[in-house]
């Protein structure tokens, strides 16, 4: 039996990474999810490399995948890793810069060869002294012979074998951090079973491999714990990422409306997931057209809004740039339509697999003529479900297109999720006519309290109507080319939008309403931004964070809020665009910039300390 000290923490963070083809995402996420069912909070952060196929054994190829789990609800993946696992030198010279001074580095002795230094950049066959980590806890197990050892009498081929050790990997770790087995081994049984029962026995066997080497050999001094999470409210709670609650919310915006829900889009990473995921929901009656490219999707959801349905269509910031011509389509026609943007490093195809947040200008303003939208920023994994449904209900009741913002951090990234009663959602109402009323349709009459015209379904009985891409009259709906005509539409088109601050709930502050400093922040950066936040508030500071989801329009509440704090600092993931836009709605105050383009989030200690040097 082992001897090891067991010693209780608050909270840890792992990073996997290996090659592309070692299997870090799941790894991570067998881990992620064996936490979650402990009761942890977690908090993830998947780092896919940018190149589709770069060359083994480099860093380009490094694929990371880094989980935060604690005793309470974990608002980041963490800054900094307490354990670091490398499958190969690649991966640690990509990721030592991310150890904590304490940390504990396990590699796979195997791929430490001479061959592999050269592959990997080190110009000595000393990779551990180059890097200057001799300090740090390494433990260099020999993970891929072991493997093979594991399963030699087993019925798999060598290549499907050392496929397997990542799953030996993983039993170390969960040895290290006091983590049963029998969740994991669920999966893999429920997933390979069936079609392929060696791959199953095999992944198990690798699994329990690493987790027996562990506590045979005894090569931790000590391994840890971390409780249950006890302050997260009671409730039915499954892991979820952005994009899966992206999807979800829709579904449940299509069954409060009443309305058949329709995707069409074109793959573009980081958005496609939202795609499959709502091609997997034919039971519900949903309908997706994968199409050939960016200009088909956005028009093929557009037709789709005309005959009835409730549109989507997603992409990422290139793919944004192509359908901006027919955004303006839908904005001059009115119809029901959701934009997905999940943004990604860029410009152009700039970095596919990186998070940004520098759509924002063009999701305001990418788009030819006087063409507002409802523009909308998520926040987290798992309020991306509540943002995609007050999108669509938005969409619907107002009778505008809307453009919802996430971003490749939380697309990806995953939390615990608590399933939420659909009684708690409000209904959807959609202003659609199913009889005529008066001598003929007009199809530009509008409710006077929110600008929204009505919606009358092709193929309905006497509501035959007209609307386009050219102007229209602002009641008949007959193409018009009158100067006076095209002031009122655009007017009105603008007061709409407008009007949906009355939709919205006033802008929060977290933390005191007055004070020093307040820090403001929009979209996918909240959790770091509400950590460096506590954190100085912890110590007494007057600092407070006043976080944006509703773009456009502002609101209400936000020039009270700006008043009541000396300093102002607005950071975001892009070199200003949020700031700008405030500047040119609120001329009064001064907001000063924190800004980062490196494809990376924050760090809640670069955070920290910048709201120091403001404080001084």
């Known amino acids: 039996m082992s001897t090891n000290t067991i010693t209780n923490l608050k909270d840890v963070v792992i990073r996997f990474s290996g090659d592309s083809g070692d299997g870090m995402q799941l790894t991570g996420t067998l881990f992620s999810d064996a936490a979650a069912v402990l009761g942890n909070g977690i908090s993830t952060f998947p780092d896919f490399p940018a190149e589709i196929r770069a060359p083994?054994?480099?860093?380009?190829?490094?694929?990371?995948?880094?989980?935060?789990?604690?005793?309470?609800?974990?608002?980041?993946?963490?800054?900094?890793?307490?354990?670091?696992?490398?499958?190969?030198?690649a991966a640690l010279k990509a990721n030592a810069k991310w150890l904590k001074p304490d940390?504990?580095?396990?590699?796979?002795?195997?791929?430490?060869?001479?061959?592999?230094?050269?592959?990997?950049?080190?110009?000595?066959?000393?990779?551990?002294?180059?890097?200057?980590?001799?300090?740090?806890?390494?433990?260099?197990?020999?993970?891929?012979?072991?493997?093979?050892?594991?399963?030699?009498?087993?019925?798999?081929?060598?290549?499907s074998a050392v496929k397997c050790k990542n799953m030996f990997a993983l039993g170390i770790c969960f040895y290290l951090y006091n983590k049963p087995l029998e969740h994991t081994i669920g999966y893999l049984e429920r997933k390979f079973s069936k079609k392929a029962p060696v791959i199953a026995e095999a992944n198990v066997r690798a699994l329990k491999a690493g987790y027996n080497y562990s506590a045979n050999t005894h090569i931790f001094a000590n391994t840890y714990d971390v409780a249950p999470a006890a302050a997260i409210e009671t409730g039915v709670y499954r892991t979820i990422n952005g994009n899966q609650a992206t999807a979800w919310g829709f579904i449940a915006a299509a069954e409060k409306s009443g309305r058949p829900l329709f995707c069409g889009s074109y793959p573009i990473t980081p958005a496609t997931v939202i795609l499959e995921e709502l091609a997997k929901r034919r039971d519900l009656g949903v309908v997706t057209v994968q199409a050939e490219d960016e200009i088909?999707?956005?028009c093929t959801s557009i037709g789709a809004a005309f005959a009835g349905s409730l549109a989507v269509t997603t992409t990422s910031g290139p793919g944004l740039s192509l359908k901006s011509e027919a955004m303006g389509l839908a904005v001059i026609t009115e119809l029901p339509l959701v934009v997905v943007d999940v943004q990604r490093g860029g410009p152009s195809t700039g970095l596919p697999t990186k998070t940004e947040q520098s759509d924002l200008m063009q999701a305001l303003y990418g788009r030819n003529g006087e063409a507002p939208m409802v523009v909308i920023a998520a926040s987290t994994p798992s309020d991306c479900f509540h943002y995609a449904f007050w999108s669509a209900k938005i969409a619907l009741e107002r009778m505008t297109p809307v453009l919802l913002l996430t971003d490749g951090f939380i697309a990806n990234g995953s939390e615990p999720w608590r399933i939420p009663s659909m009684a708690d959602y409000p209904s959807i109402k959609a202003p659609i006519v199913s009889e005529l009323q008066g001598d003929r349709y007009y199809s530009y009459d509008r409710d006077p309290?929110?600008?929204?015209?009505?919606?009358?379904?092709?193929?309905?009985?006497?509501?035959?109507?007209?609307?386009?891409?050219?102007?229209?009259?602002?009641?008949?709906?007959?193409?018009?080319?009158?100067?006076?005509?095209?002031?009122?539409?655009?007017?009105?088109?603008?007061?709409?939008?407008?009007?949906?601050?009355?939709?919205?709930?006033?802008?929060?502050?977290?933390?005191?309403?007055?004070?020093?400093?307040?820090v403001?922040?929009?979209?996918?950066?909240?959790?770091?931004?509400?950590?460096?936040?506590?954190?100085?508030?912890?110590?007494?500071?007057?600092?407070?964070?006043?976080?944006?989801n509703w773009i456009n329009p502002l609101p209400h509440g936000c020039e009270e809020i700006f008043a009541r704090f000396k300093r102002i600092v607005v950071c975001e993931l892009n070199m200003g665009q949020f700031a700008g836009y405030l500047r040119m709605n609120f001329q009064r105050f001064s907001f000063e910039q924190y800004n980062k383009v490196q494809g990376l989030p924050f760090t809640v200690d670069e955070l920290t300390q910048h709201f120091k040097t403001l404080l001084k």
């Open 56 to 89: 083994q054994g480099t860093v380009a190829g490094v694929s990371g995948f880094q989980v935060h789990f604690g005793d309470s609800r974990m608002a980041t993946p963490g800054d900094y890793c307490d354990a670091l696992v490398a499958m190969n030198p």
């Open 103 to 159: 940390a504990t580095v396990i590699l796979d002795g195997d791929s430490f060869t001479e061959k592999e230094f050269r592959k990997a950049g080190f110009v000595t066959d000393d990779p551990i002294a180059e890097l200057k980590i001799e300090g740090y806890n390494i433990v260099m197990p020999n993970i891929t012979s072991m493997t093979r050892d594991a399963l030699r009498d087993l019925e798999c081929d060598l290549k």
């Open 296 to 298: 088909a999707g956005i």
């Open 449 to 518: 309290e929110v600008g929204a015209r009505s919606w009358a379904i092709p193929g309905t009985p006497a509501l035959e109507h007209r609307i386009g891409g050219l102007e229209k009259h602002s009641r008949t709906g007959a193409v018009s080319h009158d100067p006076a005509n095209h002031q009122t539409m655009t007017e009105l088109r603008a007061a709409k939008v407008a009007k949906v601050v009355d939709m919205i709930p006033a802008q929060e502050v977290t933390g005191e309403s007055e004070g020093d400093l307040l």
């Open 520 to 548: 403001v922040g929009w979209g996918g950066t909240k959790g770091h931004l509400l950590s460096a936040v506590e954190k100085l508030q912890a110590d007494g500071k007057r600092v407070s964070l006043c976080h944006f």
